[in-house]
């Protein structure tokens, strides 16, 4: 069993993109997203994932992800909940870890968060200057739920 120990924060500036190491584009949805057991569909950049995650327990839970053939993604993207999100996803370099910062984009243009996944809960970690607010465990800002988030639904 896989676990993802994760935090995420609202960016506050656009430093990250000059800092950034690579940005690989995504696109993503959802077969479920039932809060006990999301099941979500993935290309990223040109290869393709099936990940299961379970609820959060604080900044824990379990990820299941699996490559999958890119063409099979792209049919299950056709099958997936509305809507499907595409993003521009930054990784940064910082103090010994690598930050994923999430640019969302199309319907959800303006919302751009960041996330340091760590070895243990306990692990400590450095706040690079663009970060913000942090917002983990709100669902709100879950991938699964933005949509919402950014449309007041």
Not at 12 to 27: G, L, M, Q, T, V
Not at 120 to 129: G, Q, R
């Amino acid at each position: 069993m896989a676990l993802e120990i994760e935090h995420k924060y609202l960016v506050i500036s656009s430093e990250y993109k000059k800092a950034a190491k690579k940005c690989i584009p995504i696109r993503q949805g959802y077969l479920s997203r039932d809060p006990e057991r999301t099941v979500r569909v993935r290309t990223k950049g040109d290869h393709a994932y099936l990940t299961v995650k379970t609820k959060n327990r604080g900044i824990v839970r379990n990820e299941f992800e699996y490559e999958i053939p890119f063409n099979d993604a792209l049919q299950m993207l056709e099958t997936c909940l509305c809507p499907i999100i595409l993003k521009n996803r930054y990784l940064v370099d910082f103090e010994g870890f690598t930050w994923e910062v999430d640019e969302f984009l199309e319907d959800l243009s303006g919302i751009t968060v960041a996330e340091i996944e760590l070895p243990t809960p306990e692990t400590p970690y450095s706040i690079p200057p663009f970060i913000g607010k942090e917002v983990t465990g709100i669902p709100e800002y879950y991938n699964s739920n933005i949509y919402m988030l950014a449309h007041g639904k």
